[in-house]
């Protein structure tokens, strides 16, 4: 069943989708900023995605559209995908996939952002993050 008050052509899902990708977008302009003062190490982007709508919808979308997109961004030098678990007390997870991509420099971050590839990767996470996505930008220590 669909609510049809949240359809994608909705003011809620339109400003909802804007907000995804502004806020992935601003992970990219922070960078040029906040992680030109970070030292040798590297620099990490992790994004936390909430529990989706449909997972398998998530899951076919993630892998067979996203991260190709992901993995077409050169600059990047190495990626890490995890689902999340239950903890010991049986708890479900904070964040139901977490995305981690690495970068030898801030400079490298910077150049990545600039490219058409790094754009097509922002534009595609509201498609298909439905449960939401945090994102972290951190410094390797």
Do not use: C
């Amino acid at each position: 069943m669909t609510d049809a008050s949240h359809t994608a052509s909705s003011p809620i899902a339109v400003a909802r989708r804007a907000a995804l990708s502004l806020g992935f977008a601003a992970v990219a302009g922070l960078a040029a900023a906040a992680v030109a003062r970070a030292e040798a190490g590297g620099i990490k982007i992790t994004a936390l995605y909430g529990n989706p709508k449909n997972p398998e919808e998530f899951e076919k979308y993630y892998a067979g559209t996203h991260m190709p997109l992901v993995y077409d961004v050169k600059e990047i030098k190495r990626s890490e995908l995890a689902l999340g678990i239950p903890g010991p007390d049986g708890k479900p997870p904070p964040f139901y996939r977490i995305t981690e991509l690495y970068f030898d420099s801030a400079e490298q971050l910077k150049q990545a952002a600039e490219t058409a590839q790094w754009q097509k990767v922002v534009e595609d996470v509201p498609k298909f993050a439905s449960g939401g996505v945090t994102i972290l930008l951190s410094k390797i220590a």
